[in-house]
T-cell receptor, first 114, second 115 residues
């Protein structure tokens, strides 16, 4: 079984400042890792994913994340945020190798302040 | 629009009534997933299909919940004898065999309110 912990439920940050949203996971098997974003009244949209290879993954909208196997972390970063980045962000894992269900964290609400 | 669609978007029902939600996946996707999301939480996996076969249903919350995908295309999720605790957003996602492994594309969800 897998579990995901998102350490911050809310992160307020000023526009153009950098941001890091933290995600730690637990799993007895190797995993794929994902970050999704959810805007109000919308479904989840994939930001980026780690399947294998380079541990630094770049996604859409200027986001990136780094897989750290020893620390079982997959933190999401953006060097300069915009008002439009205000949303709920979810980290998720699934067992690697085949299509399986995603296990999500409880989410981090990112609020970008003017 | 070629994304995942869900109907209805909102459903208000009285306790004890049955409700059914529909999900239409991306047309070339053979895997379809259902999740439930309650306020302030991440989505929680319920069940998934590969084509018409339901390969995992142990996470369905009770025997009041059932899902079907009779022709391997659209799927329905039914909740019988609804309870107030069933109030949540029900999300559907789909994924394909080839290309991006495990990348699930989500629909906008059906918000259920049980009075």
């Amino acid at each position: 079984a897998q579990s995901v912990t998102q350490l911050d439920s809310q992160v307020p940050v000023f526009e153009e400042a950098p941001v890091e949203l933290r995600c730690n996971y637990s799993s007895s098997v190797s995993v794929y890792l994902f970050w999704y974003v959810q805007y109000p009244n919308q479904g989840l949209q994939l930001l980026l994913k780690y399947l294998s290879g380079s541990t630094l993954v770049k996604g859409i909208n200027g986001f990136e994340a780094e897989f750290n196997k020893s620390q079982t972390s997959f933190h999401l970063r953006k060097p300069s945020v915009h008002i439009s980045d205000t949303a709920e962000y979810f980290c998720a894992v699934s067992p690697s190798g085949s299509a399986r269900q995603l296990t999500f964290g409880s989410g981090t609400q990112l609020t970008v302040l003017p | 629009d070629t994304g995942v669609s869900q109907n209805p978007r909102h459903k208000i029902t009285k306790r004890g009534q049955n409700v059914t939600f529909r999900c239409d996946p991306i047309s070339e996707h053979n895997r379809l997933y259902w999740y439930r999301q309650t306020l302030g939480q991440g989505p929680e996996f319920l069940t998934y299909f590969q084509n018409e076969a339901q390969l995992e249903k142990s996470r369905l919350l009770s025997d009041r919940f059932s899902a079907e995908r009779p022709k391997g295309s659209f799927s329905t999720l039914e909740i019988q004898r609804t309870e107030q605790g069933d109030s949540a957003m029900y999300l559907c996602a789909s994924s394909g065999l080839s290309g991006s492994h495990n990348e699930q594309f989500f629909g906008p969800g059906t918000r259920l309110t049980v009075l």
